[in-house]
């Protein structure tokens, strides 16, 4: 079996950021399968799984090998030879590299799942859904409690739903494949662009949600345990001061929040002034909204000035603060919506947000420290490791420079002697 050595590459980046790469209970194994229907590689871990499939008939083959065997493989160009080696249960993978020939000696992986196929029809999901799942993941990601690093599918609604304890995001209006609501992996892989039109469907306790060549399969599980979100969306109805964004005020206030003062790092409230003339401050500066129109009763409210900008990036431009006790702020654009808490005078002052109860999915006002998002590590750490292999070959075609340089240099030498020795002969005359 020949497998490209850059799809090695992609997948292998693929699997992290499909939280397949760090499993230590059962460490993951690839599949590979070739024949007239094309080419899959698929890896199946305990509440996810990947595949890549293209559809140029092969010649027949089944092998599986070890994930971590990929970082070996994976190039920038040219062709790995995966064969079964003499010992049962051994694989020889072969293939050049700075043109020098490459052999490595692999042990096969006991075992390998095999990827969920669909139990029924296809959703044309499209690229809404894959690009809520993505907004899911990054809300997730920052949540302390391990019930709230997973995305709630609810279907008969058409939502995703994601919270981290200190924001909650519902985004509606998607095409979801029939079933109870649901909960499933909030994972980074969704973050990245889609490489196709998108569609989903159900298949033996997952959702698979499939985007051009490639498709990843969530583990669907109860939603016991989860925040109750019909009850935080209903505190953030009623009452309310409101304020719908202009379009170009929000691009003005997107390139100004990075910029307005904050007091330290981590530390980011603005204050948000809902009136005849509405803005938003941060210490001595403000931004006005002249393109925005405020209703319901006047007043100045604090936020994290990272959930505003959230709220902006995603388009949801109509703006409502609760009226106390609860000071939720909402943004919402048609069925979708983004709930946070407003930080009171003492925990502006501070840069604090409020952290959720366990019974609840927004935050109440014990005023624990956030401290700044975190970031996308494993997408970090995938291009570090893509840099490095980068390096190496690098390094591999300078170190063939330098030897063709020092082959050059040699050859010249001797021509040289060559030369001086047909002068002499030439001055010893006939």
Request: hydrophobic share 45%; aromatic share 2%; glycine share 10%.
């Amino acid at each position: 079996m020949e497998l490209p050595r850059p799809l090695l590459r992609s997948f292998r980046l693929a699997l992290r950021r499909a939280g397949l790469a760090g499993q230590r209970n059962r460490p993951p194994a690839v599949l590979c399968e070739a024949g007239p229907h094309g080419l899959s590689l698929s890896c199946v871990g305990e509440e996810e799984a990947l595949r890549y499939a293209d559809l140029k008939p092969r010649a027949r083959a089944v092998l599986a090998l070890p994930a971590e065997a990929l970082a070996h493989l994976e190039g920038a160009e040219g062709v790995v030879s995966l064969e079964e080696a003499g010992s049962p249960g051994g694989l020889r993978a072969r293939w050049r590299e700075g043109g020098s020939p490459r052999l490595l000696e692999l042990a096969a992986p006991p075992s390998a799942p095999s990827f969920p196929e669909p139990s029924g029809p296809w959703s044309e999901a499209g690229e809404p859904l894959w690009r809520a799942l993505g907004e899911a993941a990054r809300v997730a990601r920052g949540a302390e409690r391990a019930r709230l690093t997973q995305a709630l599918l609810r279907p008969s609604r058409g939502e995703v739903v994601a919270t981290d304890g200190r924001q909650l995001l519902a985004l509606g209006g998607l095409k979801l494949p029939a079933g109870p609501d649901a909960l499933v992996p909030a994972l980074a892989l969704f973050a990245q662009r889609p490489q196709g039109p998108a569609r989903a469907a159900r298949a033996r306790g997952h959702l698979l949600v499939e985007a051009g060549a490639w498709t990843a399969a969530l583990k669907l599980s109860p939603t016991a345990g989860y925040p109750d979100v019909d009850a935080a969306l209903a505190r953030a109805e009623g009452t309310a001061s409101r304020l719908e964004v202009g379009a170009n005020d929000a691009r003005t206030l997107l390139l100004a929040l990075p910029r307005l003062p904050r007091r330290e790092e981590g530390c980011s409230p603005v204050e948000l002034v809902l009136g005849p003339r509405p803005r938003v401050r941060a210490a001595a500066e403000e931004v006005a909204l002249p393109n925005s129109r405020a209703s319901g009763p006047a007043c100045r409210t604090h936020t994290d000035r990272r959930y505003l900008e959230r709220a902006l990036k995603l388009g949801l431009l109509e703006l409502s603060v609760a009226a106390p006790p609860e000071a939720i702020i909402c943004a919402r654009a048609g069925p979708s919506r983004l709930l946070w808490m407003a930080l009171d005078g003492a925990a502006a002052g501070r840069g604090r947000a409020r952290v959720m109860k366990e019974e609840e999915a927004v935050p109440t006002n014990d005023n624990k420290v956030t401290g700044p998002e975190v970031g996308r590590g494993d997408d970090a750490l995938a291009e570090a490791e893509a840099l490095r292999s980068r390096l190496q070959e690098a390094l591999g075609r300078a170190a063939r420079l330098v030897a063709l340089l020092r082959q050059q240099r040699r050859q010249g030498k001797a021509v040289q002697a060559a030369m001086a020795s047909l002068r002499k002969l030439g001055e010893l005359g006939p």
